[in-house]
């Protein structure tokens, strides 16, 4: 099988909008970048919003102008020296593009909506292909100026996760002999709706794991990944995938779906679970979803160090796959973590005694000696599960 490497990585949330800016909110436990906006919905709840403003577009890029693209295009302008790297080595008809999202360019088409609604025609600067689920995957390929497979995955907030298993796949099969993976998702009134109405959104800041849990903080933000058979510092180890299809919104609250990807994920990686040094929870803080990923967690890890990086991002939807695998990367990464940091866990401190235990990193303190593979795990509405395993590359 083709081992696949992850020499180039770019990330952007309320965290950062670079790796340097990332790696160092990241590991210091920063959770300011949640704040109160009353644009969004009827009653202000934190969101993790992008600290800065994204870069315009060139007007020759103008049909694909919304904010998902424009996050998109930063991304890649990060990693372009590798993206670069990828076309003169391969050629650009052999290189893939698959990303996962799950709001796309949809704010710009509710705006456009209302806009038709209010004046009776469509706004002047409006182009479908803006709120297209697929658009950002075509944008990509023409922003790069790459001719292979480009297309997006969308399963909800497992996608972006799922997008990066989806492009190992076309390496393995012969389709492509590299890969741009990854995906994003950016703020907008319809998901906040939505969770809203769900009564999902939590009044205050996330509390995942706590006693006092009550819902979930929505944010945005994504990563990029250059996927390459060329040896490279970080390895894509192992991907796992289950559909448990328990209920359209509720996870399986045995936390069997969710057990089933870890071990399919650690099979993959020929991985024992006592290898890991960390976890990145999918860790919600809604009830249910903590509920049954402690139990997968505790049957599976038992003292593992793990924590939700949600209380400091938000839940960034069909983002979240990638962008808490780029905060593996920066974990393993010995550029960006030099004192060997684990992500903090950000909460109350007050465990909820209905829970399986679990080993939540402490704070600052907390740093792994030895640490060589993390792993972190993505559970989506209908059961649709993934989890990704990165390790350090030994020659």
Not at 126 to 144: H, N, P, R, W
Request: net charge negative; with cysteine.
């Amino acid at each position: 099988m083709t081992r696949l490497f992850l020499p180039g990585m770019a990330t952007a949330s309320c965290l950062g909008m670079n790796k340097e800016e990332s790696a160092s909110s990241l590991f210091r436990g920063m959770g300011n970048g949640l704040q109160p906006r009353l644009d969004l919905t009827e009653k202000a709840v934190p969101v993790g919003s992008l600290p800065r403003d994204l870069p315009e577009l060139q007007s020759d890029m103008s049909k694909w102008n919304c904010r998902n693209n424009r996050l998109l295009a930063m991304l890649a302008d990060e990693i372009r020296v590798e993206i670069e790297v990828l076309k003169q080595r391969f050629g650009s008809s052999r290189i893939a593009i698959v990303l996962g999202t799950s709001t796309s360019g949809i704010s710009e088409g509710a705006d456009a909506m209302s806009a038709r609604l209010k004046h009776g025609k469509w706004p002047d600067d409006y182009e479908y292909q803006q709120q297209e689920t697929g658009g950002g995957a075509s944008f990509l390929a023409q922003y790069l100026g790459i001719d292979g497979l480009a297309y997006v995955v969308a399963t909800a907030c497992s996608s972006s996760a799922r997008a990066l298993a989806s492009a190992r796949r076309l390496v393995r099969a012969g389709l492509a002999d590299a890969a741009i993976a990854g995906g994003a998702d950016t703020l907008c009134k319809l998901t906040l709706a939505g969770f809203g109405a769900l009564g999902a959104l939590a009044p205050g800041l996330s509390n995942p794991f706590s006693i006092n849990r009550n819902g979930i903080n929505i944010g945005e933000g994504g990563a990029l990944f250059v996927l390459s058979p060329e040896p490279a510092a970080i390895e894509l180890a192992g991907l796992g995938e289950s559909s448990d299809a328990h209920h359209v919104s509720a996870p399986d609250p045995s936390g069997r779906g969710a057990e089933a990807a870890i071990l399919s994920a650690l099979r993959d990686a020929q991985m024992h679970p006592s290898q890991i040094s960390y976890v990145n929870l999918h860790g919600t803080g809604t009830a249910l979803n903590d509920s049954m990923e402690a139990l997968a967690m505790e049957r599976i890890f038992g003292g593992v160090p793990c924590s939700s990086t949600k209380a400091m991002t938000g839940h960034t939807l069909g983002g979240a796959g990638a962008l808490e695998t780029s905060f593996l990367w920066l974990t393993l990464s010995p550029d960006h973590n030099r004192e060997l940091r684990l992500p903090p866990h950000l909460w109350d401190g007050q465990p909820d005694p209905a829970l399986a235990q679990i080993c939540l990193t402490d704070g600052l303190r907390d740093s792994a000696r030895g640490l060589k593979a993390c792993l972190s795990t993505s559970y989506a509405f209908g059961g649709n599960n993934a989890v990704v395993i990165l390790r350090r590359h030994e020659p």
